[in-house]
């Protein structure tokens, strides 16, 4: 809004404009996130997408996690983001609880939410 040097009612009203287009969508934090045409986004949270780690990587029940550090690398967002999703999980009974100088381990597979295929 400083570099174009307008307020944030017309930035919010101009975002509107996009989202009825289909241009622009709005994302956790109140912010913006342009839609391209073509791209594939993955629209589930980060706590899911981690979550699916353990059977991507056929990680088993006692085996190590991936650190944060390595995560954010994979996803492409910052250390903390990652935390708070392997908080969720780590909450959700899925990973060993997080110590400094312990790596997290797998605790319980996730639940399988597709419907067999008849």
Same mark, same amino acid.
């Given at each position: 809004?400083?570099?174009? !040097?307008? @307020?944030? !009612?017309?930035?919010? #009203?101009?975002?509107?404009?996009?989202?009825?287009?289909?241009?622009?969508?709005? &994302?956790? !934090? !109140?912010?913006? +996130?342009? *839609? #391209? @045409?073509? $791209?594939?986004?993955? #629209?589930?949270?980060?706590?899911?997408? &981690?979550?699916?780690?353990? %059977?991507?990587?056929?990680?088993? *029940?006692?085996?190590?996690?991936?650190?944060?550090?390595?995560? @954010? %690398? +994979?996803?492409? *967002?910052? +250390?903390? %983001? *990652?935390?708070?999703?392997?908080?969720?999980?780590?909450?959700?009974?899925?990973?060993?609880?997080?110590? $400094?100088?312990?790596? #997290?381990?797998?605790?319980?597979?996730?639940?399988? %939410?597709?419907?067999?295929?008849?």
């Amino acid at each position: 809004m400083r570099k174009h !040097g307008v @307020s944030r !009612g017309v930035a919010l #009203r101009v975002f509107a404009v996009l989202q009825r287009e289909g241009i622009a969508e709005p &994302v956790p !934090g !109140g912010r913006w +996130r342009v *839609v #391209r @045409s073509g $791209q594939d986004i993955d #629209r589930r949270s980060l706590a899911e997408r &981690v979550a699916e780690v353990i %059977t991507d990587d056929g990680l088993a *029940v006692g085996e190590a996690f991936p650190s944060a550090t390595a995560l @954010s %690398t +994979r996803f492409g *967002v910052s +250390r903390p %983001t *990652v935390s708070k999703a392997l908080d969720k999980l780590e909450s959700a009974g899925l990973l060993s609880e997080a110590r $400094q100088g312990k790596q #997290r381990s797998v605790r319980a597979l996730p639940k399988r %939410t597709e419907s067999p295929e008849s």
